[in-house]
């Protein structure tokens, strides 16, 4: 079964920090793969996506994410946070060949101290 | 657009009352889905649709009951509330099961 792991739960950085949120999942095929953000008291909106090509991708308000096919891995990135960045992160896979089911990383709480 | 919407934003009941979440979309998407968000557990998907007409389970479906008559909307019924389901629920769509997904703005739900 698809599944998916970010391995820090908590995060605090002070501003201008770098960034960067591990994210890794376990699945043998074809993957889409998308970055998600919550900011406190929001819904969920979209940071980034990969689908194929170029498997560095730009997202909006300066985050980046690398797809690295040898380590099943989707790391979000950020050189240098704000205190609006202060967030819970989720990384999220499909797979188009399986079970089209979405799977969610359990969540990374981003604080950024002024 | 008002994108997707959810009613209520938040809902108290009591042990075995059972309601329905209501989730509407206006993008003419095909593929919507129910969430709830847990503290630690990131979210966790209940059913989803690939249209009208279509429902399957997701990963923690029990307790829970959808139905897809319309392409606008997918309530979440619960069948008789348990203070297990105490969470955060979120509605999404998406033009297909493999794209991104648009979230609703959640309803908070309290079973005492």
């Known amino acids: 079964a698809q599944s998916v792991s970010q391995h820090n739960h908590h995060v605090i950085l002070s501003e201008a920090a770098s960034l960067e949120l591990g994210c890794n999942y376990s699945y043998g095929g074809t993957v889409n793969l998308f970055w998600y953000v919550q900011y406190p008291g929001q819904h969920l909106q979209l940071l980034l996506k990969y689908f194929s090509g170029d498997p560095l991708v730009k997202g909006i308000k300066g985050f980046e994410a690398e797809f690295i096919k040898s380590k099943f891995s989707f790391n979000l990135r950020k050189p240098s946070v704000q205190w609006s960045d202060t967030a819970e992160y989720f990384c999220a896979v499909n797979a188009p060949s399986g079970t089209y089911k979405y799977i969610f990383g359990t969540g990374t709480r981003l604080k950024v101290l002024a | 657009n008002a994108g997707v919407t959810q009613t209520p934003k938040f809902q108290v009941l009591k042990t075995g009352q059972s309601m329905t979440l209501q989730c509407a979309q206006d993008m003419n998407h095909e593929y919507m889905s129910w969430y709830r968000q847990d503290p630690g557990m990131g979210l966790r998907l209940i059913h989803y649709?690939?249209?009208?007409?279509?429902?399957d389970q997701g990963e923690v479906p029990n307790g829970y009951n959808v139905s897809r008559s319309t392409t606008e909307d997918f309530p979440l019924r619960l069948l008789s509330a348990a203070p297990s389901q105490t969470s955060v629920y979120f509605c999404a769509s998406s033009y297909s099961e493999a794209y991104e997904q648009y979230f609703g703005p959640g309803t908070r739900l309290t079973v005492t």
């Open positions: 649709s690939v249209g009208a007409g279509i429902t």
